[in-house]
């Protein structure tokens, strides 16, 4: 990944941004989140490595998240649907804006949750939740199934065939691994620099500031239909 200067960066950040805090929001479904309600800390200057956290995919593991999928598209055949599908998302993202030299906005947060459409009778209903205990999953589809007698009937609703053609997800180039390992210390550091070069033309007088933001998400789909799959992508 892309090497930022230290000096730069300490440059940049100056005596006052030792006042500065910041706090991450950890937004987990099977777990507490942490920033809004916390007491912020304050922000280390010497920027210690977080070079190494793995990717979403390496953390939680694409199998465990299509056995979520699977046992939602069961749980949809189990209350009587038709057919089912059924995707769940997790990922972490990253934000930094600077402006003057200054950080104005560090987010940095996880999240999971799952979304599905169940058919009957050529009648659809959607449900999303991040919750993904199996008691509320189960609560969810069963509403689902009973929502989808109230729709509209459709001819076309329905899924899709399901094919043999096999896609090379690799070749999609969606996902970049450097991006994984990308220290906090280096996404600041770029967004500091940017706004520094900017600043060295002296027809600029002020700036609205720069921002640096990455995101990495690992997705998985399931439906009754036979098909399973997932991808990964930044």
Known sequence: GAQADPEVIRAGLGDALQEVLFFRRVE???GRAVGA???RVPYDQDFPDDRGRPGMTETLGARSLLGLAERTVSFGKQYGADEVEATVSDGHEFSVDVRRGTIENLVEAGSRYLSFRVIKDRKTAHASSSDLQDDTLHRLVRNAVSRAALGSHDE???????????????SL??????????QTAQKI?????????????????????ASF?????????ASSNGFV??????
């Open 28 to 30: 987990r479904a099977e």
């Open 37 to 39: 309600g916390d007491r």
């Open 173 to 182: 180039l969606l996902f970049d691994p450097e991006v994984a390992y990308l």
């Open 156 to 170: 076309c609703s329905g899924l899709p065939p399901l094919s043999s053609e096999k896609v090379d997800i690799p």
């Open 189 to 209: 550091g770029l967004a500091l620099e940017t706004e520094r070069i900017a600043l060295e033309d002296k027809r600029i007088t002020n700036s609205h500031g």
């Open 213 to 221: 933001i990455t995101s990495e998400v690992t997705t998985v789909l």
């Open 229 to 234: 799959g997932s991808y990964d992508q930044t």
